[in-house]
């Protein structure tokens, strides 16, 4: 061989052995962006490194604390843009200087396939405030699994948890009501948990089903049943319903709550085989065998510290939009929260302070 020949053919074999070396690194494959929804081995390879306890640190931007004044769930499937929405409205909210966990937990489909599309959007985004994590599920969870594994409550910790699905958006004010609504009324057994939602509906059978609504004088009132569009449980109450679902069998029980228009659209859901996409079920019926209710707030023209935009999915058939306003402006009368708060029943009537 010349050595013109060996000067052209060492580079050559050089450049080769590094092109074959990349391309088989699943670090060099992360930074590939695809449009294709189906099963993406590039992706996997990352998650799977971390089959044990499904949190990679690839996935992770995440600091060694333990303990956090508040975490926050953001549960997600396939919806890319809702999550952005999400996200974005996260990173405008207000925080003080309190530490802050941000989790994004991406179900799989039943097939155990991962959207690459919204594993992309969750990677990439720059929370500003805190920590943050991006956990892929093992395996298909539901929507059950979402609300029901992503947090073990310690009952010795004073963090704060709240959960969010991908089609809402936060006011900047819901960690500010959070944190002073915790803070009034964790030791009160009875209140299983905190809804951010501005807008809900009465739940009684016996009477026609209208806008849920406090009395005027009053930001928050107390009702039977929880608000899920921005949810943050009393942690030993989670505790409590967790370890009761988990022991129940599911098989042969079904969670009606006498008087509860839940109930008839548990069984609708029941006889479609979709009663695993109705988690809220099973906490209705535990608040009421347990005379348990969750805290509402109560601002004016049903303005929240969520909205929902009821898009396409498990409970709407088609997207329907905002449900509410979101609260803009905090009101030095928003930091008097009562002493006594007023109890409504299923009907939205006031049974006591």
């Known amino acids: 061989m010349t050595k ?39 992706y996997e390879d990352l998650i799977n490194k971390n089959a044990n306890n499904a949190k990679s ?20 499937y396939d919806r890319a843009k809702s999550l952005q929405r999400l996200l974005n409205s996260l990173n405008e ?33 720059n929370y500003l405030h805190g920590d943050f994590e991006v956990i892929v599920h093992q395996h298909h969870v539901g929507i059950v699994g979402q609300w029901l594994t992503t947090w073990k409550p310690n009952i010795n910790s004073n963090e704060i948890v709240v959960f969010l699905e991908d089609d809402v958006t936060v006011s ?28 809900s509906r009465t739940f009684s059978l016996k009477h026609k089903v209208t806008t849920l609504r406090g009395p005027k004088d009053y930001t928050v009132f107390l009702f039977p049943v929880l608000g899920s569009w921005g949810f943050s449980p009393s942690t030993k109450n989670w505790k409590q319903f967790l370890d009761w679902f988990y022991s129940e069998d599911k098989s042969s029980f079904n969670p009606y709550a006498p008087g509860n228009i839940a109930s008839n659209w548990y069984k609708t859901f029941s006889s479609q085989g979709k ?11 535990y608040a009421w065998k347990n005379n348990e209710y969750t805290l509402h707030c109560n601002f004016p023209e049903n ?14 058939s088609h997207t329907e939009g905002s449900s509410n306003k979101l609260l803009t402006e905090w009101k030095s009368e928003y930091d008097n929260l009562p002493d006594h708060v007023p109890y409504l029943n299923l009907s939205g009537h006031v049974i006591h302070y």
Not at 57 to 76: C, E, P, Q
Not at 97 to 121: C, F, H, M, P
């Open 93 to 125: 909210a207000e925080y003080a200087s309190d530490i802050i966990k941000l989790e994004i937990w991406i179900d799989r489909s039943e097939y155990g396939n991962v959207d690459n599309i919204t594993l992309q959007a969750a990677i990439n985004f």
């Open 303 to 316: 303005a929240g510290l969520t909205t929902n935009w009821r898009e396409k999915g498990l409970h709407y």
């Open 4 to 42: 013109l020949s060996l000067r052209i053919f060492f580079p050559v074999c050089l450049f080769s052995l590094l092109t074959l070396i990349l391309f088989k690194n699943p670090a060099w494959k992360l930074v590939k962006f695809t449009e294709d929804k189906k099963h993406d081995v590039d």
């Open 172 to 199: 900047k004010y819901f960690w500010k009501y959070l944190k002073m609504v915790h803070r009034k009324f964790d030791n009160r057994s009875d209140i299983n948990g905190f809804s951010l939602q501005g807008y």
């Open 57 to 76: 640190n690839a996935l992770s931007k995440v600091t060694d604390r333990k303990s956090f004044d508040l975490r926050i769930i953001v549960l997600v």
């Open 275 to 285: 009663a695993n996409t109705m988690w809220t079920m099973w906490h209705i019926y």
